[in-house]
């Protein structure tokens, strides 16, 4: 018993412990649904930072279909990731690197990113949103968002709900060093 | 067939006077592109409905296109149809295009053998266009601009400088940054000087499904500037019309100028 209660002192230690220190990952699960239609393309998804302005401060994915094509690689349908073309798209030059990714299958996606990535950065301290919007041929589109706090603490997790093309979106805070 | 269309042209351009108005525009097949190749296609029409193409085609004799660098680009595959106007433009610079019919001339009624015309052409065509017998001959010049905005990439602002000439929308709010739910300002120009009192037109297309024009009246404000509230996405018609005696061409004695834009609002 007292071993046990020990131990338990020894996990809510560490916890204050971890709250204390900066994580050492930004990380964001993306759920993409399986869909039962009869015309099916990945869908097209985009995440990223915007501050309370709404500006956007950090990519962090964008994925698309990246196959060559006369097209230009799937980028002509960029601008359908309608709110992420206007906050940040229409002036990047793609592909950038570390941020655009292929087109992605049914199914649950993490990225991790380390806090030391430059795209952080430019982060000062203060509320920002995480987005996540998935647009899909011939399909819809959604937009999902989690705020936060920023700096993260160690071992925070949020979550949110798309309910057509996107499913649970999770961003949390990795371990710390 | 071209004297019958610059009538209705010349209807055009008188319509805002007489009372009755048929609406010019260009129809833009969409107004943010991305890719190694875009190509924006356009549809040029004069109608009563917006946007539909079912009364006659606008000429694209005056189609005047600058791109992002200032430049004038040529239009590809014009044509004229039945009840419009065509024509493609590949996106080669990335950034905002200014596409444009300005239709820049003047008309005349006079008396001759007994009985009153009317005649409509360029300035340089008076002196031939009009009889030598004419009397009671008034001349009226006539500047309209028809345009539309189109972005590949981001918005820039060199394509929207103002030329100086008629009426002239320049932007505050960029006209390829207009989403629902939004207030866009834009300053209007009459001579490239800020046009005061202007009274504005905005309707939003699709008014073959709904009983109404809905149309909004603005007026500028003494800088000539407007704010205009989108509430819901889609294409919609801005026009203005003025007239006055600043004119170009010495035997015309009043200027008409006529204005339209097709803006497109994104939804959020």
Redesign the interface.
């Given at each position: 018993m007292t071993r046990l209660l020990c131990t338990l002192v020894t996990v809510a230690f560490s916890v204050a412990a971890y709250a204390d220190e900066a994580p050492k990952t930004f990380d964001v699960s993306v759920e993409i649904p399986k869909l039962n239609v009869s015309e099916y393309h990945r869908p097209y998804i985009a995440v990223w930072i915007q501050d309370s302005n709404r500006k956007a401060v950090a990519n962090i994915a964008v994925w698309y279909q990246m196959k060559d094509s006369?097209?230009?690689?799937g980028?002509?349908?960029?601008?359908d990731l309608?709110?992420w073309?206007?906050r940040s798209?229409?002036?990047l030059e793609m592909p950038v690197d570390g941020v655009s990714g292929a087109s992605r299958p049914a199914g649950k996606h993490t990225i991790s990113l380390p806090v030391s990535d430059s795209r952080f950065k430019v982060l000062s301290a203060g509320k920002y949103e995480l987005i996540v919007e998935a647009s899909r041929e011939v399909g819809g589109r959604e937009v999902v968002s989690i705020p936060f706090q920023w700096p993260l603490s160690a071992g925070q997790s949020m979550k949110a709900q798309g309910s057509d093309e996107l499913g649970e979106v999770v961003l949390s805070a990795g371990s710390p060093k | 067939m071209h004297r019958f269309l610059i009538a209705t042209l010349l209807a055009c351009v008188v319509a805002p006077v007489s009372g009755f108005a048929h609406k010019i525009w260009l129809l833009p097949s969409q107004t943010?592109?991305?890719?190694?190749?875009?190509w924006l296609t356009v549809d040029a029409a004069v109608s009563n409905d917006l946007f539909y193409f079912n009364h006659f085609p606008l000429t694209l004799r005056g189609l005047k296109i600058v791109a992002p660098n200032g430049s004038i680009v040529e239009a590809e595959n014009q044509h004229e149809l039945k009840y419009r106007s065509v024509f493609d433009l590949p996106l080669t610079q990335r950034g905002t295009y200014r596409v444009a019919v300005v239709m820049d001339g003047a008309f005349a009624s006079f008396m001759a053998d007994g009985e009153r015309r009317r005649w409509r052409g360029s300035a340089d065509e008076l002196a031939t266009g009009i009889p030598e017998n004419a009397e009671n001959v008034q001349i009226t010049e006539s500047i309209t601009r028809v345009e539309t905005f189109v972005?590949n990439?981001?918005?820039t602002n060199e394509a929207l400088t103002a030329s100086g000439r008629g009426i002239e929308l320049i932007p505050i709010t960029h006209p390829n940054?207009l989403?629902a739910g939004e207030t866009a300002k834009f300053q209007m120009l009459v001579n490239g000087e800020p046009a005061s009192d202007l009274k504005v037109t905005v309707i939003q297309g699709g008014t073959r499904y709904r009983n109404t024009q809905e149309e909004t009246e603005l007026t500028t404000d003494a800088e000539g500037k407007l704010a205009i509230s989108f509430s819901e996405p889609g294409m919609y018609w801005l026009s203005t019309s003025t007239s006055d005696e600043d004119t170009s061409i010495p035997q015309a004695t009043s200027r008409r100028l006529g204005y339209t834009a097709t803006l497109e609002v994104?939804?959020?």
């Amino acid at each position: 018993m007292t071993r046990l209660l020990c131990t338990l002192v020894t996990v809510a230690f560490s916890v204050a412990a971890y709250a204390d220190e900066a994580p050492k990952t930004f990380d964001v699960s993306v759920e993409i649904p399986k869909l039962n239609v009869s015309e099916y393309h990945r869908p097209y998804i985009a995440v990223w930072i915007q501050d309370s302005n709404r500006k956007a401060v950090a990519n962090i994915a964008v994925w698309y279909q990246m196959k060559d094509s006369k097209e230009g690689a799937g980028t002509k349908w960029l601008p359908d990731l309608r709110q992420w073309w206007r906050r940040s798209g229409r002036s990047l030059e793609m592909p950038v690197d570390g941020v655009s990714g292929a087109s992605r299958p049914a199914g649950k996606h993490t990225i991790s990113l380390p806090v030391s990535d430059s795209r952080f950065k430019v982060l000062s301290a203060g509320k920002y949103e995480l987005i996540v919007e998935a647009s899909r041929e011939v399909g819809g589109r959604e937009v999902v968002s989690i705020p936060f706090q920023w700096p993260l603490s160690a071992g925070q997790s949020m979550k949110a709900q798309g309910s057509d093309e996107l499913g649970e979106v999770v961003l949390s805070a990795g371990s710390p060093k | 067939m071209h004297r019958f269309l610059i009538a209705t042209l010349l209807a055009c351009v008188v319509a805002p006077v007489s009372g009755f108005a048929h609406k010019i525009w260009l129809l833009p097949s969409q107004t943010a592109f991305s890719g190694n190749d875009p190509w924006l296609t356009v549809d040029a029409a004069v109608s009563n409905d917006l946007f539909y193409f079912n009364h006659f085609p606008l000429t694209l004799r005056g189609l005047k296109i600058v791109a992002p660098n200032g430049s004038i680009v040529e239009a590809e595959n014009q044509h004229e149809l039945k009840y419009r106007s065509v024509f493609d433009l590949p996106l080669t610079q990335r950034g905002t295009y200014r596409v444009a019919v300005v239709m820049d001339g003047a008309f005349a009624s006079f008396m001759a053998d007994g009985e009153r015309r009317r005649w409509r052409g360029s300035a340089d065509e008076l002196a031939t266009g009009i009889p030598e017998n004419a009397e009671n001959v008034q001349i009226t010049e006539s500047i309209t601009r028809v345009e539309t905005f189109v972005t590949n990439g981001g918005p820039t602002n060199e394509a929207l400088t103002a030329s100086g000439r008629g009426i002239e929308l320049i932007p505050i709010t960029h006209p390829n940054d207009l989403y629902a739910g939004e207030t866009a300002k834009f300053q209007m120009l009459v001579n490239g000087e800020p046009a005061s009192d202007l009274k504005v037109t905005v309707i939003q297309g699709g008014t073959r499904y709904r009983n109404t024009q809905e149309e909004t009246e603005l007026t500028t404000d003494a800088e000539g500037k407007l704010a205009i509230s989108f509430s819901e996405p889609g294409m919609y018609w801005l026009s203005t019309s003025t007239s006055d005696e600043d004119t170009s061409i010495p035997q015309a004695t009043s200027r008409r100028l006529g204005y339209t834009a097709t803006l497109e609002v994104l939804p959020q």
